[in-house]
């Protein structure tokens, strides 16, 4: 078998700047697929996380369950924060809660006053 090395590199080259604006997009397109595995492994690892404070969640309940109360984890969309409901296994009615409510409408309230003040000033 006989390779013509000139052949070769001097087709590999030709084909190298012919194919040159394609690899540019293929490159962006690589970054694109980058960051959506990027993306999907961050999801998969708040999903891991989520399944991981459920699972600690329902220890601790099961751990209070004798003294009538249960744990009840929940995030305000609003206020960006986790908080806890302590609540009456019998009654269901809220017992307390951590932060307490005013203090997550405060954060809220805060949050618009401090958005309405970056607004008059720009």
Same mark, same amino acid.
């Given at each position: 078998?006989?390779? =013509?090395? =000139?052949?070769?590199?001097?087709?590999?080259?030709?084909?190298?700047?012919?194919?040159?604006?394609?690899?540019?997009?293929?490159?962006?397109?690589?970054?694109?697929?980058?960051?959506?595995?990027?993306?999907?492994?961050?999801?998969?690892?708040?999903?891991?996380?989520?399944?991981?404070?459920?699972?600690?969640?329902?220890?601790?309940?099961?751990?209070?369950?004798?003294?009538?109360? *249960?744990?009840?984890?929940?995030?305000?969309?609003?206020? *960006?924060?986790?908080?806890?409901?302590?609540?009456?296994?019998?009654?269901?009615?809220?017992?307390?809660?951590?932060?307490?409510?005013?203090?997550? *409408?405060?954060?809220?309230?805060?949050?618009?006053?401090?958005?309405?003040?970056?607004?008059?000033?720009?």
């Amino acid at each position: 078998m006989n390779i =013509n090395v =000139n052949r070769i590199d001097t087709n590999f080259s030709d084909n190298l700047k012919l194919a040159e604006p394609g690899l540019k997009r293929n490159a962006s397109s690589l970054s694109d697929n980058s960051s959506n595995i990027k993306e999907l492994r961050a999801q998969k690892y708040l999903r891991e996380q989520q399944e991981e404070l459920e699972k600690q969640a329902k220890k601790l309940n099961e751990s209070i369950a004798s003294t009538g109360k *249960e744990l009840k984890f929940k995030y305000n969309e609003e206020a *960006e924060e986790l908080y806890v409901e302590i609540i009456d296994s019998k009654t269901q009615e809220v017992l307390s809660s951590l932060p307490p409510e005013f203090l997550i *409408e405060l954060s809220v309230k805060m949050k618009e006053m401090i958005g309405m003040f970056i607004d008059k000033k720009m």
